[in-house]
C-alpha cells in the first residue's frame, strides 16, 4: 500500500506537531518514515509552499517527500499524482481533510482517509510497537519509544 498524504493538512492533526514550528515538514517526515516501517507501507509526501529542509531524515526509500513549489497548492499536486498514476490510483490510500481531494480521490478509484483518522492510527500503530513487558523484542529501543510516548502522551508508566 502505498499513503498519498497531504503534509500541510495532517500536520495539525498529530498531537505534538504545529504548522507554527520552523521544524513541522521534518518532524512529520520522521513519523511517517517510522510509521511505514512499522505498517510495511510506503508514502508520497505532499508539502506546499514548503522549501526542503536543510537535512532529511533517512527513510530507506519508503517515504518520498514532494515539495510543490509557492502559489501551486498540494491539493492540484495530489490530484495530479493520481491521475498520473491511472488504474494504479486505486492502490494508493489518500490521506487528507482537503473535501475536494476527497472527492477527486475517490472518483479516480483511491480509498480516502482524514487526516484526523490517519493521526490516530499512527498513534495506535506507535502503541502497539510497545509490546507488554517480558513478551518478545520491542521493535524500538526504549529511548525511540519514549521519543514517541513524548510527542502522543501516554497514560502508561514510561521507566527509564
Known amino acids: 500500500m502505498t499513503l498519498i498524504i497531504d503534509g500541510h493538512n ?5 498531537p505534538g506537531l504545529s504548522l507554527s514550528d520552523e521544524n513541522d515538514e521534518l518532524h512529520l517526515l520522521e513519523l511517517v518514515r517510522e510509521y511505514c516501517r512499522l505498517s510495511r507501507s510506503r508514502a508520497e509526501v505532499f508539502f506546499d509552499g514548503a522549501p526542503p529542509p536543510r537535512q532529511s531524515p533517512s527513510g530507506g526509500g519508503l517515504v518520498h517527500t ?3 513549489r509557492k502559489g501551486t497548492p498540494a ?9 498520473q498514476s491511472g488504474k ?3 492502490n494508493h490510500t489518500v490521506v ?3 473535501r475536494r481531494v476527497q472527492s477527486e480521490a475517490r472518483a479516480l478509484g483511491s480509498p480516502v482517509l482524514t487526516s484526523e483518522v490517519f493521526a490516530g492510527e499512527m498513534i495506535r500503530r506507535f502503541r502497539e510497537s510497545t509490546p507488554p513487558e517480558g513478551r518478545g523484542e520491542p521493535s524500538l529501543s526504549e529511548d525511540e519509544v519514549n521519543h514517541w510516548l513524548e510527542i502522543f502522551g501516554s497514560d502508561r508508566d514510561t521507566k527509564s
Open 10 to 14: 495532517l500536520i495539525p492533526k498529530v
Open 66 to 68: 514532494h515539495y510543490i
Open 75 to 83: 491539493d492540484d499536486a495530489i490530484i495530479a499524482f493520481l491521475k
Open 88 to 90: 494504479a490510483a486505486r
Open 96 to 98: 487528507t481533510s482537503d
